[in-house]
């Protein structure tokens, strides 16, 4: 079934207004019509079973059948941290990641960031890569859409270690501590019912600097290797997320 996400201030208490281009595509691609069920979403502490009862130009009125548990996030917060890749790559770790349960996302600038960064262009990367994000929410009927955080520099990335209880920083270099083994024995000491903020740091496609990676150290992240292959910077953080979550169990694990 459908599902699409909308403001708090567009869920009211038996309806909901959905406008834009989601109004668009129940209309035109999804050829909606009265009484066609979907589900609805205000990301935040609301989701509904509801029914179509009105299509105008633009606008989409729902109702809303019945309320709905928001059961499909992980306890796991996961923070994604990657650095700016080339061409639409950070696309599609925001697609995946989505889907596998990531619950934000910050790129950065590093050593060896190959990309130049402009600012003014960036904005609108920003805005697309929010709108990769929301629909892959809905497609994996996530219950909140991800928050892709506007690009940071090294400095202020390291300063943001301090908000997380752990911070794993994938380094092709680390020939000691994987990341199951750094991170299995903290997630199996978690109470079931408590939550936990984790971000995985990924590097651009040349990787860290030793120097980098001294310097996430010092800042309080650990720095872990992801088996003995070398990943693209764009697989690393799906194989690091996937890897979390089944260590806490969401996907069957410990």
Known sequence: MQRYFVTPAQFG??????????????????????????????????EALAEIAEIEIGLVTVSILEN??????????????????????LETVIQK??????????????????VQY???????????????????????????????????????????????????????????????????PWLSSLPQDSTAKVMIVVGPEGGFSPEECRAAEEAGAVSVGLGARILRCETAGMVAAACILYESGEMGGA
């Open 13 to 46: 208490q038996d309806k909901v207004s959905i406008d834009g281009e989601d109004a668009r595509h129940i209309a035109k691609v999804m050829r909606g019509k009265a009484g066609d069920k979907l589900i609805v979403s205000d990301g935040v502490s609301r």
């Open 97 to 114: 990641c989505t889907e596998i349960g990531a619950v934000a996302f910050t790129p950065f600038l590093s050593e060896r960031t190959i």
């Open 118 to 184: 402009d600012e003014r262009k960036e904005s609108k990367r920003v805005e697309r890569w929010r709108k990769i994000c929301k629909e892959a929410a809905e497609q994996a009927h996530r219950n909140i859409v991800p928050e892709v955080h506007s690009p940071l520099s090294w400095k202020l990335l390291l300063k943001s270690f301090s908000e997380y209880d752990a911070v794993y920083f994938c380094y092709e270099k680390e020939e000691g501590l994987q990341l199951r083994s750094a991170a299995a």
């Open 68 to 89: 709905l548990a928001m059961t499909h996030e992980p306890r796991i917060k996961i923070t994604v941290a990657q650095s700016l890749p080339k061409g639409d790559k």
